[in-house]
């Protein structure tokens, strides 16, 4: 049974720093998507950025150059450095895992999230 696990979220002011975690549990093949989703109170969930299993990188332009993620895939890990945040950041951050992407196989699954809240 594959579980998402995250970790590293809290209240920090506006200008700071946080590094949030996902560690993967189970069996998962070796071609995948990791990613970052988001979601405030009130809002729909979005996406923040996502990495390939081969190392390709997006970034929703509202974090570009602010966020970064990283990935170990010897850990089984994700990774996501977030800098120079603001109170919009605000959210439950959520992490996602995607086999066998564009195909028929592809499944989600899903960490149950950690809070950021950026205020002063």
């Known amino acids: 049974q594959v579980q998402l696990v995250e970790s590293g979220g809290g209240l920090v002011q506006p200008g700071g720093s946080l590094r949030l975690s996902c560690v993967v549990s189970g069996s998962i093949s070796s071609i995948n998507v990791m990613g970052w989703y988001r979601q405030a109170p009130g809002k729909e969930r979005e996406l923040v950025t996502t990495?390939?299993?081969?190392?390709?990188?997006k970034y929703s332009d509202s974090v570009k150059g602010r966020f970064t993620i990283s990935r170990d895939n010897a850990k089984n890990t994700v990774y996501l450095q977030m800098n120079s945040l603001k109170p919009e950041d605000t959210a439950v951050y959520i992490c996602?895992?995607?086999?066998?992407?564009?195909?028929?196989?592809?499944?989600?699954?899903w960490g149950r999230g950690t809070v950021v809240t950026v205020s002063s």
């Open positions: 996602n895992l995607k086999t066998a992407p564009l195909t028929v196989y592809e499944k989600n699954y």
């Open positions: 990495i390939t299993s081969g190392g390709s990188i």
